[in-house]
C-alpha cells in the first residue's frame, strides 16, 4: 500500500503559535501529492494545557496544538477530497509528562501497522524534530519489516535547517520522493 505520512501539518506550526517561517509554503506541495496515495495518514502533536513541553511547564515551547483546539487541526484544503476511509489520524505527545517528538516510538515490527509491500512517503513540520523523528521510528520499522520509506522534501517544512533531516536519510539509505 503506498501511504503519505504527513507529519504534524498543523495550524499552529503553518501560521500559529509556534509557526516554522515560511509555513504555508508546504501546504501546497503536499495538497499536490495527496492523491498519488491509498492512505494519507496524519500525525499530530496532541498536547494537553499541562504538557512538559511548554515553557509554564519548564519546558522550551510556547503553548501549541492543544487537543481540539483549531491549533491542533489540519488545513481544511488538505483534508478536502479525502474519503474517511483513505485516512487516519495518529495522535502523538498526549501523555503531560512526556517529550514526545516522533510518531510510532512505541509501534513494534509485530503489530502488523505495517506489511513488507508498503511505501511510505514522509513530509511534514518540522524537519529538524518531528520529521526527523518520526523517520527514525520509520527506518527502526523498515528495518525489521521491509518495507520502502522516503521523504518529499518539497513538503518538508523547517525552523532553522533541513540538514539534520538530510544527513539522516544519508546515513540510512532513505531516498528523496520524486514527485515528477
Not at 30 to 48: A, E, M, S
Not at 129 to 144: K, P
Request: charged share 20%.
Amino acid at each position: 500500500m503506498d501511504i503519505l505520512v504527513v507529519v504534524d501539518l498543523q495550524k499552529d506550526f503553518i501560521d500559529g503559535k509556534l509557526a516554522i517561517p515560511n509555513g504555508n509554503a508546504v501546504v501546497q506541495p503536499i495538497n499536490n501529492i495527496k492523491f498519488r496515495f491509498n492512505q494519507v495518514w496524519f500525525t499530530l502533536d496532541w498536547h494537553p494545557a499541562n504538557h512538559c513541553s511548554f515553557k509554564e511547564q519548564g519546558g522550551i515551547w510556547p503553548v501549541h496544538c492543544l487537543h481540539y483546539s483549531m491549533g491542533a487541526s489540519v488545513p481544511d484544503c488538505i483534508m478536502e477530497g479525502l474519503e474517511s476511509q483513505d485516512i487516519r489520524f495518529i495522535q502523538k505527545a498526549e501523555n503531560p509528562d512526556i517529550e514526545e517528538y516522533g510518531a510510532f516510538t512505541h509501534t513494534a515490527p509485530e503489530e502488523g501497522l505495517f506489511s513488507k509491500d508498503d511505501n511510505l512517503v514522509v513530509c511534514g513540520i518540522a524537519s529538524e524534530y518531528c520529521v526527523l523523528e518520526t523517520l527514525r521510528n520509520l527506518v527502526r520499522l523498515r528495518d525489521a519489516i521491509g518495507f520502502k520509506v522516503s521523504v518529499f522534501m518539497n513538503g518538508c517544512g523547517c525552523f532553522e535547517t533541513q540538514q539534520p533531516l538530510l544527513d539522516f536519510m544519508s546515513q540510512n539509505n532513505v531516498p528523496e520522493y520524486n514527485a515528477l
